[in-house]
């Protein structure tokens, strides 16, 4: 786990722009999450954020969610690096 990061990016599907680009070390997962709920709450809604945990911590890198919510206009992406 050590060195590896977690990363929250939320996107403007019409746009391409960053809405909210959060990279935390994994040993502060929960805060890393807690923050992409904060900037771009209707995009968190919805994920089970244990689940996200428990695959970060696995310590895998890449992709853990993947998702695009056309009606909200947004991509969200959660993965380890």
Do not use: Q, W, Y
């Not at 994994?26 to 992409?36: C, D, E, H, I, Q």
């Not at 709920?37 to 696995?58: C, N, Q, S, T, V």
């Not at 947004?74 to 690096?81: G, K, R, S």
């Amino acid at each position: 786990m050590s060195g590896k990061r977690l990363c929250v990016r939320v996107t403007d599907l019409k746009t391409g722009k960053s809405k909210a680009n959060v990279h935390v070390p994994l040993s502060l997962v929960n805060m890393g999450l807690k923050m992409g709920a904060k900037f771009a709450p209707d995009a968190m809604e919805g994920l089970d954020m244990d689940e996200i945990i428990a695959a970060a911590r696995a310590g895998e890198a890449g992709k853990i969610v993947d998702v695009e919510d056309e009606e909200k206009g947004e991509h969200v992406e959660v993965f380890v690096e």
